[in-house]
């Protein structure tokens, strides 16, 4: 291991790399990060707000993301006061040969590290050592249509996560039968603690969605999470209020 996390040719594909800037969601909400957004994924949802970064049919891969090597984004994350770093994507851990070294080199600098994943796959041993915490956001039946697959559930990779001890679950719900969903897999497979999360994109649809979503979290005895990027966002422009440029 010692000789990939300092090998210069231990790569991965970034569709972007900004900072500082807020983490947006879950526990660590509102603290200073680096985000590192890897490019693709192993679901289609229709409703993703970042499709540049799997969808080929729409996006060229090469005008919308670049091979950066381990060494290159931990000298840039050293440039930044931030001492949390955000992994996400896409999805993340398609991208385990090289993710491995990066958060074994990040962890061990002092950083903190987060990774962002929609929980269809398993994590290796070594990952899991190399993070302190996983956000793992599982896709429900209502949530979107799914091109492939069509049930977006991994039983045994959410349960390695649940036992790992450094994963929290995040769900986005927007309704009854979501909430009973979340139920059956919080009791079938163990899950905790759980998040729930609005969908929404403006300050108005987040802010509505967290009233109805408070209700139901504190009869279930679960957490709330906001969405503070969409918060922030000014709703005149298609961009953040405050955004932070990618280090290039």
């Not at 679960?222 to 290039?248: I, K, V």
Request: hydrophobic share 40%; charged share 20%; with cysteine.
């Amino acid at each position: 291991m010692a000789s990939l996390k300092h090998n210069p040719a231990s790569s991965l594909l970034v569709a972007e790399h900004y900072g500082p800037t807020f983490q947006s969601e879950g526990p660590s909400t509102g603290q200073l990060a680096l985000v590192v957004r890897l490019a693709w994924c192993n679901l289609s949802c229709p409703s993703c707000d970042v499709p540049f970064t799997w969808d080929w049919s729409r996006f060229e891969p090469g005008a919308q993301s670049r091979r950066l090597t381990v060494d290159e984004l931990v000298k840039w994350a050293a440039s930044s006061p931030a001492r949390l770093i955000v992994i996400t994507g896409g999805e993340p851990l398609l991208q385990q040969t090289g993710l491995v070294p990066l958060a074994s080199r990040l962890t061990e600098l002092g950083y903190r590290v987060e990774i962002e994943t929609n929980g269809t796959l398993t994590p290796t041993p070594e990952l899991t050592a190399a993070t302190h915490l996983f956000l793992v956001s599982p896709k429900l039946r209502g949530f979107a249509a799914m091109a492939s697959p069509a049930n977006p559930i991994n039983d045994e990779a959410l349960t390695t996560f649940a036992e790992s001890g450094r994963a929290v679950f995040t769900f986005v719900a927007q309704s009854s039968a979501d909430l009973d969903e979340i139920s059956d897999l919080e009791q079938r497979l163990g899950l905790y603690p759980i998040w729930l999360q609005p969908e929404g994109t403006t300050t108005d649809s987040v802010v509505c969605e967290m009233r109805w979503l408070s209700e139901h979290a504190l009869l279930r005895n679960w957490h709330l999470s906001g969405r503070l990027h969409a918060l922030l966002r000014d709703e005149d422009d298609d961009e953040p209020s405050n955004p932070a440029p990618a280090w290039t």
